[in-house]
C-alpha cells in the first residue's frame, strides 16, 4: 500500500475495469442524463443522488465498519438546517426576519441564527456541526464499548429526541414546517430550470468526489483497520489499536457524508422538515444501502438511486402497494441476498459452482444462510466478508 | 481466485450501467423535455385535475376522506356535462404524509401531467411545502382545510376556514356560555401555536383569562401528566387543537379521571364526525366542537350529499367539515371556471370574485381579495351516537379575515 | 404539593405501560439477539384481538381479549421466527432491519383489513372513570393495567425460575452454546420464548385500548420506547426492565410536570444515552466469559 491507484484496486485488471466502470457511469450521469431528462425528472435525479450522498456515509459505517447508524437523519438534518438557515437570510435580507419567524411571533433574530448570514459560516458549519457532534458522541459511545444493537438503538433514540426538538423549536426551527419556500442558492436562481441543472452538476460532482474520497480510505491502512474492527474488535484492541478511534472516525465521516447531503438537498427539493429526519427516513436511508449491497461503497450508491426511484414511481403508479413492495423487498434483502444487489450475481455465480462441483454442503441450522466465501471487490485484499459484521457478544 | 475476482468487478459493474441506464431511460421515455413550468393541456375534451392527498402514512387517515369527497364531486360534474363541455379527468397522487413528497408530486403534477388545478393537502405544513411549487409554475391549488391564516398566496384558494371562521366563533361560544378561565392544550406544531397566539389576544381582550398552555409531540399518546397539570388550573374549559391520533388517547384518559363535558367542557376544533368515531362517542358525548359543517346541517343539498357519499362509499361512512370543503372545492373551481370562459390560471383568479354555489353547509363565496371563502361558522356538541348537532352558528357567512384586520384586539398579532 | 403527589401514581403508571410494552422485547431480544422492530405491530394485533372480539363479547371484550390477544400475537411470532428469524441467528443487527420491513407489511395488511381510520374499543363500564384515596386522583383504566403490568411480571418470574422450561430458557440466554451441548433444543426454546415475548406484546395492546388510540400506526408510537426500555434495563433481564420502567416513568411524569411533553421526551432520551456512559450493558448485566 504504498502508493494506492486512483482507485485503489490492487490488481492491474481490477484498476483498469474499475476506472471504466467509473467512467462509464460518470458519463452516464454528467452526460446522457442532463440531455435526456425532462427538467422535473432530473430535479428527480438530483434528489437521489443527494440521498445517495448520505448513503455512501453509511456504507462507510455500516458495511466497512459495522456500526449500524441509524440515526443518520440528525447530521442530514444538522447540514441542512445549516444550509437552509443562511439561504433563508440571504433571502430576508440584512436586517429582516425570516417569514416563519413573523408567523411564529418572534421579534428579534435568534442569536443562534446571526452567524449563519455569512456564507462561508453556513459552508462550514455544514461539515463541523455533524462532524464535530458525530465525534463528540462516538468517542463517548465507542469509547464505552457501546455498540452492536445498542449503539443501533442509542442512534436511534437520538434521531427521535432531535426531531421533537427541531418541532418544539417552532420560533427557532420553523416546527413542524421546517424551513422551506427558497428562491435563490448562491446567485443561482432555483425556479430556472438552467440553474436547476447546474446545480444537478454540483450535486453529481460532489457524489463522485465523495466516492472517490471514500474508495481511497477503505482501501488505505486505516479502511483495513476499519474492516479488522468490524470483524473483530477486541482483537483488534489486543493487537495495540484503540477500535474507538477508528470507529469514530467512519462514524464522522459518514455523519459529514450526511450534513453534505442534507445542505444539497435543501436548495434541490426546496425544503427541509423534521419529517425528513425522523426515524423512519434514517431507517430507510440504511435499507437502501442494504438493498444496493452494503459491502461495498457503490453497491450504497445504486440503492439509494434505485430505491428512490422505485418510490417515486410505485407512489406515482400505485399509492397503496408501495409499503407491501418496501417490506417485502426488505425482507427478500435481509433473508435471501443480505449482499444486495451488487452482491446478488456473485451469490448466483456461487450458487451454481456449489451445485455444479459436487454435493451441496449441509449447513447446520442457526448458522448464517449458505454464502461462500470469496474475496469483495472492494477489499480484495480481504480474505472472507462475512455475511453479518460479527456482533454476538454484544447481544448475548 | 483472480478470475473469480474479475468476474464479479464484472459483473458489478454491469449491474450498476444497466441500474442507472434503466432509469434514465425510464424516465426519459415518460415525458419529452419540456420547459420546466407548462400550461394546462385543454386542448382535448378532456381536462385533467390534480388530486394530491396523503393516501399512506399517519395523515391517510384523514386525507383519504378528503380524496373520496373530491372524486365524488367529480363524477357528479362529468355526469352533468363537465366543466364547459370538457370531461374531468383526475390523476391521484399520493403526498405519503410527508411534505417533501407534496411538492414533488405537485410538481409532477403541474409539469408531468399538465393538470388544470390541484385538489390537495391537509396538513399547513404540506401547504407550506406546496407553495412555492404553485407560485412558481403559476397554477392553482385548492386547499380545503380549515388552518392557522395568516396567508394569501396568490395561486392558492382556501376553501376550509381561516380562524375568525371557527376559532374567534368558538371563543364568542365560550364567553357567551360564561367560561371566564380557559386552559390550551394543543399538539406541537403551527396550526396550535398560531391559534393559541390569537385565543391569548381575544382572551386579554374579553376578560378571560388563560390559566395554562400546553404542547405535546405529534402522535404523543400520554396524556396522564396533562390531565393532572388541567385539573390542578381547575379551568371553566378547555381548548382543544390537538391533532390526529392524540385526540383520541387524550379524551379516553380524560375520561377517565371522572370528568366530564358538564363539569369542564373541551372545545376542539380538529375533531370530526370522522375522528368521534375512532376516538368512541363514549369518551366525547357533550363535548363541544367549532367547524362549518356537520353531517347533520339542515337542507336539502346537504341531504342530497350525504345520501350519495354513503351510497358510494358505504352506508356506514360519515361525512365531515374537511371533506365537504374538498367538494365544494370541485364545484367552486368550476363555477369560477365557467365565469371566465377559460381554464387559464390567470383568468380563474380574476374571475373568481364572488363566484358563490349551493354547497353542503349552505352558501358559500369566494372573496376574490383574499381568495378565502364565506362560511357559516357552526358550534356543535357529540351526540351518543357519534354524530354532531349544532348548537350555535353565526347566522349569516362571515367574511374571511385571514390577517384578523378587523379585529381591533388582533392588532399587533 | 397535592399536584406533586398526584405525579407519583401518574409516574408509576407511565411506567407500568412503558413495562408491559417492553417485557416481551427483553426476552426476545435478550436471549435470542432479535431486535424484532415488529413487536410494536404484535401489540397493534392484540388491540385490533379485542377490537374484532366485542361483536361477540361486547363490552367485557378487554377481559376476554387478554388471552386470546395473547394466543393471536404469539402464534404471529411463532410464523416470523419460524419462517425468517430462524435464518439470522447470529446477525442481530439484519434482524432490525428484517423485523422493520415486516413491521410495514403489517401495518398495510392492518390498514387494508380494518381500514387507515382508528377504530373503536368499548371499555367495560367499570373501567370507565376513577376514584380519589388520600386526595390522589387514579383512574381505574391506569390501575388495571399497573395489576396487569405487575401480574405479567410475577407470571414471568414464576415461569423463568420455577418451571423447567423457565430454566432451560434462562439456560440458552446465558449461555447458548453449552445449553445445546447440555443437551438443551435451543431451536424448541427459542421458538418458546417468541412465542411468549409476542404474546406478551398482544396482552400489552390490549391493555392500551383503555388509554391509546387503535389504528394501523399503534405500534409505531410505542416501539422505540419500548427499546429503551430494554437497553436501559440490560437485556434479557426481569428485574432490569421492571425498575428502568419505572424509572423511566417517574422521570417522564416529573419532567413533563415542570416543563413539558416534548422536554419530558428529549430529556428522558437524553438520560438513557448519558446513562448507558455509566453502564454499557444497561442497568443488570450478564456475567459472561465469552469473547468479542
Same mark, same amino acid.
Given at each position: 500500500?504504498?502508493?494506492?491507484?486512483?482507485? #485503489?484496486?490492487?490488481?492491474?485488471?481490477?484498476?483498469?475495469? !474499475?476506472?471504466?466502470?467509473?467512467?462509464?457511469?460518470?458519463?452516464?450521469?454528467?452526460?446522457?442524463? +442532463?440531455?435526456?431528462?425532462?427538467? =422535473?425528472?432530473?430535479?428527480?435525479?438530483?434528489?437521489?443522488?443527494?440521498?445517495?450522498?448520505?448513503?455512501? !456515509?453509511?456504507?462507510?459505517?455500516?458495511?466497512?465498519?459495522?456500526?449500524?447508524?441509524?440515526?443518520?437523519?440528525?447530521?442530514?438534518?444538522?447540514? !441542512?438546517?445549516?444550509?437552509?438557515?443562511?439561504?433563508?437570510?440571504?433571502?430576508?435580507?440584512?436586517?429582516?426576519?425570516? %417569514?416563519?419567524?413573523?408567523?411564529?411571533?418572534?421579534?428579534?433574530?435568534?442569536?443562534?441564527?446571526?452567524? =449563519?448570514?455569512?456564507?462561508?459560516? #453556513?459552508?462550514?458549519?455544514?461539515?463541523?456541526? +455533524?462532524?464535530?457532534?458525530?465525534?463528540?458522541?462516538?468517542?463517548?459511545?465507542?469509547?464505552?464499548?457501546?455498540?452492536? /444493537?445498542?449503539?443501533?438503538?442509542?442512534?436511534?433514540?437520538?434521531?427521535?429526541?432531535?426531531?421533537?426538538?427541531?418541532?418544539?423549536?417552532?420560533?427557532?426551527?420553523?416546527?413542524?414546517?421546517?424551513?422551506?419556500?427558497?428562491?435563490?442558492?448562491? !446567485?443561482?436562481?432555483?425556479?430556472?430550470?438552467? %440553474?436547476?441543472?447546474?446545480?444537478?452538476?454540483?450535486?453529481?460532482?460532489?457524489?463522485?468526489?465523495?466516492?472517490?474520497?471514500?474508495?481511497?480510505?477503505?482501501?488505505?491502512?486505516?479502511?483495513?483497520?476499519?474492516?479488522?474492527?468490524?470483524?473483530?474488535? %477486541?482483537?483488534?484492541?489486543?493487537?495495540?489499536?484503540?477500535?474507538?478511534?477508528?470507529?469514530?472516525?467512519?462514524?464522522?465521516?459518514?455523519?459529514?457524508?450526511?450534513?453534505?447531503?442534507?445542505?444539497?438537498?435543501?436548495?434541490?427539493?426546496?425544503?427541509?422538515?423534521?419529517?425528513?429526519?425522523?426515524?423512519?427516513?434514517?431507517?430507510?436511508?440504511?435499507?437502501?444501502?442494504?438493498?444496493?449491497?452494503?459491502? /461495498?461503497?457503490?453497491?450504497?450508491?445504486?440503492?439509494?438511486?434505485?430505491?428512490?426511484?422505485?418510490?417515486?414511481?410505485?407512489?406515482?403508479?400505485?399509492? %397503496?402497494?408501495?409499503?407491501?413492495?418496501?417490506?417485502?423487498?426488505?425482507?427478500?434483502?435481509?433473508?435471501?441476498?443480505?449482499?444486495?444487489?451488487?452482491?446478488?450475481?456473485?451469490?448466483?455465480?456461487?450458487?451454481?459452482?456449489?451445485?455444479?462441483?459436487?454435493?451441496?454442503?449441509?449447513?447446520?441450522?442457526?448458522?448464517?444462510?449458505?454464502?461462500?466465501?470469496?474475496?469483495?471487490?472492494?477489499?480484495?485484499?480481504? +480474505?472472507?466478508?462475512?455475511?453479518?459484521?460479527?456482533?454476538?457478544?454484544?447481544? /448475548? | 481466485?483472480?478470475?473469480?475476482?474479475?468476474?464479479?468487478?464484472?459483473?458489478?459493474?454491469?449491474?450498476?450501467?444497466?441500474?442507472?441506464?434503466?432509469?434514465?431511460?425510464?424516465?426519459?421515455?415518460?415525458?419529452?423535455?419540456?420547459?420546466?413550468?407548462?400550461?394546462?393541456?385543454?386542448?382535448?375534451?378532456?381536462?385533467?385535475?390534480?388530486?394530491?392527498?396523503?393516501?399512506?402514512?399517519?395523515?391517510?387517515?384523514?386525507?383519504?376522506?378528503?380524496?373520496?369527497?373530491?372524486?365524488?364531486?367529480?363524477?357528479?360534474?362529468?355526469?352533468?356535462?363537465?366543466?364547459?363541455?370538457?370531461?374531468? @379527468?383526475?390523476?391521484?397522487?399520493?403526498?405519503?404524509?410527508?411534505?417533501?413528497?407534496?411538492?414533488?408530486?405537485?410538481?409532477?403534477?403541474?409539469?408531468?401531467?399538465?393538470?388544470?388545478?390541484?385538489?390537495? &393537502?391537509?396538513?399547513?405544513?404540506?401547504?407550506?411545502?406546496?407553495?412555492?411549487?404553485?407560485?412558481?409554475?403559476?397554477?392553482?391549488?385548492?386547499?380545503?382545510?380549515?388552518?392557522?391564516?395568516?396567508?394569501?398566496?396568490?395561486?392558492?384558494?382556501?376553501?376550509?376556514?381561516?380562524?375568525? @371562521?371557527?376559532?374567534?366563533?368558538?371563543?364568542?361560544?365560550?364567553?357567551?356560555?360564561?367560561?371566564?378561565?380557559?386552559?390550551?392544550?394543543?399538539?406541537?406544531?403551527?396550526?396550535?401555536?398560531?391559534?393559541?397566539?390569537?385565543?391569548?389576544?381575544?382572551?386579554?381582550?374579553?376578560?378571560?383569562?388563560?390559566?395554562?398552555?400546553?404542547?405535546?409531540?405529534?402522535?404523543?399518546?400520554?396524556?396522564?401528566?396533562?390531565?393532572?397539570?388541567?385539573?390542578?388550573?381547575?379551568?371553566?374549559?378547555?381548548?382543544?387543537?390537538?391533532?390526529?391520533?392524540?385526540?383520541?388517547?387524550?379524551?379516553?384518559?380524560?375520561?377517565?379521571?371522572?370528568?366530564?363535558?358538564?363539569?369542564?367542557?373541551?372545545?376542539?376544533?380538529?375533531?370530526?364526525?370522522?375522528?368521534?368515531?375512532?376516538?368512541?362517542?363514549?369518551?366525547?358525548?357533550? @363535548?363541544?366542537?367549532?367547524?362549518?359543517?356537520?353531517?347533520?346541517?339542515?337542507?336539502?343539498?346537504?341531504?342530497?350529499?350525504?345520501?350519495?357519499?354513503?351510497?358510494?362509499? &358505504?352506508?356506514?361512512?360519515?361525512?365531515?367539515?374537511?371533506?365537504?370543503?374538498?367538494?365544494?372545492?370541485?364545484?367552486?373551481?368550476?363555477?369560477?371556471?365557467?365565469?371566465?370562459?377559460?381554464?387559464?390560471?390567470?383568468?380563474?383568479?380574476?374571475?373568481?370574485?364572488?363566484?358563490?354555489?349551493?354547497?353542503?353547509?349552505?352558501?358559500?363565496?369566494?372573496?376574490?381579495?383574499?381568495?378565502?371563502?364565506?362560511?357559516?361558522?357552526?358550534?356543535?356538541?357529540? @351526540?351518543?351516537?357519534?354524530?354532531?348537532?349544532?348548537?350555535?352558528?353565526?347566522?349569516?357567512?362571515?367574511?374571511?379575515?385571514?390577517?384578523?384586520?378587523?379585529?381591533?384586539?388582533?392588532?399587533?398579532? | 404539593?397535592?399536584?406533586?403527589?398526584?405525579?407519583?401514581?401518574?409516574?408509576? *403508571?407511565?411506567? $407500568?405501560?412503558?413495562?408491559?410494552?417492553?417485557?416481551?422485547?427483553?426476552?426476545?431480544?435478550?436471549?435470542?439477539?432479535?431486535?424484532?422492530? $415488529?413487536?410494536?405491530?404484535?401489540?397493534?394485533?392484540?388491540?385490533?384481538?379485542?377490537?374484532?372480539?366485542?361483536?361477540?363479547?361486547?363490552?367485557?371484550?378487554?377481559?376476554?381479549?387478554?388471552?386470546?390477544?395473547?394466543?393471536?400475537?404469539?402464534?404471529?411470532?411463532?410464523?416470523?421466527?419460524?419462517?425468517?428469524?430462524?435464518?439470522?441467528?447470529?446477525?442481530?443487527?439484519?434482524?432490525?432491519?428484517?423485523?422493520?420491513?415486516?413491521?410495514?407489511?403489517?401495518?398495510?395488511?392492518?390498514?387494508?383489513?380494518?381500514?387507515?381510520?382508528?377504530?373503536?374499543?368499548?371499555?367495560?363500564?367499570?373501567?370507565?372513570?376513577?376514584?380519589?384515596?388520600?386526595?390522589?386522583?387514579?383512574?381505574?383504566?391506569?390501575?388495571?393495567?399497573?395489576?396487569?403490568?405487575?401480574?405479567?411480571?410475577?407470571?414471568?418470574?414464576?415461569?423463568?425460575?420455577?418451571?423447567?422450561?423457565?430454566?432451560?430458557?434462562?439456560?440458552?440466554?446465558?449461555?447458548?452454546?453449552?445449553?445445546?451441548?447440555?443437551?438443551?433444543?435451543? *431451536?424448541?426454546?427459542?421458538?418458546?420464548?417468541?412465542?411468549?415475548? *409476542?404474546?406478551?406484546?398482544?396482552? $400489552?395492546?390490549?391493555?392500551?385500548?383503555?388509554?391509546?388510540?387503535?389504528?394501523?400506526?399503534?405500534?409505531?408510537?410505542?416501539?422505540?420506547?419500548?427499546?429503551?426500555?430494554?437497553?436501559?434495563?440490560?437485556?434479557?433481564?426481569?428485574?432490569? $426492565?421492571?425498575?428502568?420502567?419505572?424509572?423511566?416513568?417517574?422521570?417522564? *411524569?416529573?419532567?413533563?410536570?415542570?416543563?413539558?411533553?416534548?422536554?419530558?421526551?428529549?430529556?428522558?432520551?437524553?438520560?438513557?444515552?448519558?446513562?448507558?456512559?455509566?453502564?454499557?450493558?444497561?442497568?443488570?448485566?450478564?456475567?459472561?466469559?465469552?469473547?468479542?
Amino acid at each position: 500500500m504504498k502508493t494506492p491507484g486512483l482507485l #485503489a484496486q490492487r490488481t492491474k485488471g481490477g484498476k483498469w475495469r !474499475g476506472v471504466v466502470a467509473f467512467a462509464a457511469v460518470a458519463l452516464l450521469v454528467l452526460a446522457v442524463a +442532463p440531455v435526456t431528462l425532462s427538467p =422535473f425528472r432530473l430535479e428527480l435525479l438530483a434528489k437521489y443522488l443527494c440521498f445517495a450522498i448520505a448513503a455512501l !456515509g453509511i456504507g462507510l459505517a455500516w458495511g466497512k465498519g459495522g456500526m449500524l447508524t441509524l440515526g443518520q437523519g440528525v447530521f442530514f438534518g444538522l447540514g !441542512g438546517y445549516a444550509m437552509a438557515m443562511h439561504l433563508k437570510l440571504a433571502e430576508a435580507g440584512p436586517g429582516e426576519l425570516p %417569514d416563519f419567524m413573523v408567523w411564529s411571533g418572534v421579534e428579534e433574530l435568534p442569536l443562534l441564527w446571526e452567524p =449563519f448570514r455569512q456564507p462561508w459560516f #453556513a459552508l462550514l458549519m455544514v461539515v463541523l456541526l +455533524p462532524g464535530t457532534i458525530a465525534a463528540l458522541l462516538g468517542l463517548l459511545v465507542f469509547g464505552r464499548r457501546v455498540r452492536g /444493537a445498542y449503539f443501533a438503538i442509542l442512534t436511534q433514540a437520538l434521531a427521535a429526541a432531535f426531531v421533537i426538538w427541531l418541532v418544539g423549536q417552532q420560533g427557532l426551527t420553523g416546527g413542524t414546517n421546517g424551513l422551506t419556500n427558497f428562491s435563490s442558492f448562491f !446567485g443561482l436562481d432555483l425556479a430556472s430550470a438552467q %440553474d436547476q441543472r447546474i446545480l444537478y452538476f454540483i450535486v453529481a460532482i460532489v457524489l463522485g468526489l465523495l466516492y472517490l474520497g471514500f474508495r481511497q480510505l477503505v482501501a488505505s491502512r486505516y479502511g483495513r483497520l476499519l474492516i479488522a474492527v468490524r470483524d473483530g474488535e %477486541d482483537r483488534v484492541r489486543f493487537l495495540g489499536y484503540d477500535p474507538a478511534v477508528v470507529k469514530t472516525v467512519a462514524f464522522t465521516m459518514s455523519a459529514v457524508s450526511a450534513g453534505l447531503a442534507g445542505a444539497l438537498f435543501v436548495p434541490v427539493v426546496g425544503i427541509i422538515s423534521p419529517a425528513l429526519l425522523g426515524v423512519v427516513p434514517s431507517l430507510e436511508l440504511v435499507f437502501a444501502v442494504a438493498v444496493g449491497g452494503r459491502y /461495498a461503497l457503490a453497491g450504497a450508491v445504486l440503492g439509494a438511486v434505485l430505491l428512490n426511484y422505485a418510490k417515486t414511481t410505485f407512489s406515482e403508479n400505485y399509492a %397503496d402497494g408501495w409499503l407491501y413492495l418496501q417490506g417485502a423487498l426488505f425482507i427478500g434483502v435481509m433473508a435471501y441476498a443480505p449482499k444486495g444487489v451488487i452482491g446478488l450475481a456473485g451469490q448466483i455465480r456461487d450458487f451454481v459452482a456449489l451445485r455444479t462441483r459436487g454435493p451441496a454442503r449441509r449447513i447446520p441450522a442457526q448458522q448464517p444462510p449458505p454464502v461462500p466465501p470469496g474475496p469483495s471487490a472492494d477489499a480484495p485484499a480481504e +480474505p472472507v466478508e462475512p455475511v453479518g459484521p460479527v456482533e454476538k457478544e454484544a447481544v /448475548a | 481466485m483472480r478470475i473469480i475476482s474479475f468476474g464479479r468487478r464484472a459483473a458489478r459493474l454491469a449491474a450498476v450501467s444497466l441500474a442507472v441506464a434503466l432509469a434514465t431511460t425510464a424516465c426519459a421515455s415518460d415525458e419529452s423535455t419540456s420547459k420546466g413550468s407548462a400550461g394546462a393541456d385543454t386542448s382535448g375534451d378532456t381536462v385533467k385535475v390534480g388530486v394530491l392527498h396523503s393516501l399512506s402514512g399517519t395523515m391517510s387517515i384523514s386525507e383519504v376522506t378528503v380524496k373520496n369527497s373530491v372524486l365524488m364531486a367529480i363524477d357528479e360534474i362529468n355526469a352533468k356535462g363537465g366543466v364547459m363541455g370538457k370531461k374531468v @379527468q383526475p390523476v391521484v397522487e399520493d403526498g405519503a404524509s410527508d411534505w417533501p413528497t407534496f411538492a414533488e408530486k405537485a410538481q409532477k403534477l403541474i409539469s408531468g401531467d399538465k393538470v388544470a388545478v390541484t385538489f390537495g &393537502g391537509w396538513t399547513s405544513a404540506s401547504r407550506k411545502a406546496m407553495l412555492p411549487v404553485f407560485e412558481k409554475n403559476k397554477q392553482l391549488l385548492f386547499y380545503p382545510v380549515q388552518y392557522e391564516g395568516l396567508e394569501t398566496s396568490p395561486y392558492i384558494f382556501y376553501t376550509g376556514a381561516t380562524t375568525n @371562521q371557527q376559532i374567534v366563533p368558538g371563543l364568542d361560544y365560550l364567553k357567551a356560555q360564561g367560561k371566564k378561565k380557559i386552559f390550551l392544550v394543543g399538539s406541537d406544531y403551527v396550526f396550535p401555536r398560531t391559534a393559541n397566539k390569537i385565543i391569548k389576544k381575544y382572551a386579554a381582550a374579553n376578560g378571560m383569562e388563560v390559566v395554562g398552555e400546553e404542547y405535546t409531540p405529534l402522535g404523543h399518546t400520554e396524556y396522564s401528566t396533562l390531565i393532572n397539570k388541567v385539573t390542578q388550573a381547575k379551568p371553566d374549559a378547555v381548548f382543544n387543537t390537538l391533532n390526529g391520533d392524540s385526540n383520541v388517547a387524550f379524551f379516553k384518559q380524560l375520561r377517565s379521571t371522572g370528568i366530564s363535558a358538564a363539569d369542564m367542557p373541551v372545545l376542539s376544533v380538529s375533531v370530526a364526525e370522522e375522528e368521534v368515531r375512532g376516538i368512541g362517542p363514549d369518551y366525547l358525548a357533550g @363535548q363541544p366542537v367549532a367547524w362549518n359543517y356537520y353531517q347533520t346541517t339542515e337542507g336539502a343539498r346537504n341531504t342530497e350529499f350525504v345520501a350519495a357519499y354513503k351510497a358510494k362509499y &358505504g352506508a356506514d361512512k360519515v361525512t365531515s367539515d374537511p371533506m365537504e370543503a374538498g367538494y365544494n372545492s370541485v364545484y367552486l373551481w368550476k363555477a369560477a371556471v365557467e365565469k371566465a370562459q377559460s381554464f387559464d390560471p390567470e383568468a380563474v383568479k380574476k374571475a373568481c370574485d364572488g363566484v358563490s354555489i349551493d354547497a353542503p353547509e349552505g352558501k358559500v363565496t369566494i372573496d376574490g381579495a383574499t381568495q378565502h371563502v364565506y362560511k357559516t361558522a357552526r358550534i356543535g356538541v357529540v @351526540q351518543p351516537d357519534g354524530l354532531i348537532k349544532e348548537v350555535w352558528n353565526s347566522g349569516a357567512p362571515i367574511k374571511p379575515d385571514p390577517y384578523l384586520k378587523d379585529y381591533p384586539w388582533a392588532k399587533d398579532l | 404539593m397535592n399536584a406533586f403527589m398526584n405525579q407519583l401514581p401518574i409516574g408509576l *403508571s407511565i411506567g $407500568a405501560v412503558l413495562l408491559l410494552i417492553a417485557l416481551g422485547l427483553t426476552f426476545t431480544f435478550g436471549q435470542m439477539g432479535v431486535i424484532n422492530m $415488529a413487536h410494536g405491530e404484535f401489540i397493534m394485533a392484540g388491540a385490533y384481538t379485542a377490537y374484532m372480539l366485542q361483536d361477540w363479547a361486547g363490552r367485557q371484550a378487554v377481559l376476554v381479549a387478554l388471552p386470546v390477544a395473547f394466543a393471536v400475537a404469539g402464534l404471529m411470532g411463532l410464523l416470523l421466527e419460524r419462517t425468517l428469524i430462524r435464518r439470522f441467528y447470529g446477525r442481530p443487527l439484519d434482524t432490525l432491519l428484517l423485523t422493520w420491513g415486516v413491521s410495514l407489511v403489517l401495518q398495510q395488511v392492518a390498514r387494508d383489513l380494518f381500514g387507515a381510520p382508528n377504530v373503536q374499543v368499548k371499555a367495560p363500564t367499570w373501567l370507565v372513570g376513577g376514584g380519589e384515596w388520600l386526595g390522589i386522583r387514579m383512574p381505574y383504566a391506569r390501575m388495571f393495567i399497573f395489576v396487569l403490568a405487575m401480574l405479567s411480571v410475577a407470571a414471568i418470574w414464576f415461569y423463568l425460575s420455577r418451571t423447567k422450561q423457565g430454566r432451560r430458557m434462562q439456560a440458552v440466554m446465558q449461555n447458548r452454546e453449552l445449553a445445546s451441548c447440555s443437551g438443551i433444543a435451543t *431451536s424448541r426454546v427459542d421458538q418458546r420464548t417468541f412465542f411468549i415475548g *409476542s404474546g406478551l406484546a398482544g396482552v $400489552a395492546g390490549v391493555a392500551l385500548t383503555l388509554i391509546g388510540p387503535v389504528g394501523p400506526a399503534l405500534g409505531t408510537y410505542y416501539i422505540v420506547d419500548a427499546f429503551l426500555v430494554v437497553v436501559a434495563g440490560g437485556l434479557g433481564r426481569l428485574q432490569g $426492565a421492571v425498575i428502568a420502567a419505572f424509572v423511566l416513568g417517574l422521570l417522564n *411524569s416529573y419532567v413533563e410536570f415542570w416543563s413539558d411533553a416534548s422536554l419530558a421526551k428529549v430529556v428522558v432520551f437524553a438520560v438513557i444515552i448519558g446513562f448507558l456512559q455509566l453502564r454499557p450493558q444497561g442497568l443488570f448485566v450478564l456475567r459472561s466469559r465469552k469473547l468479542t
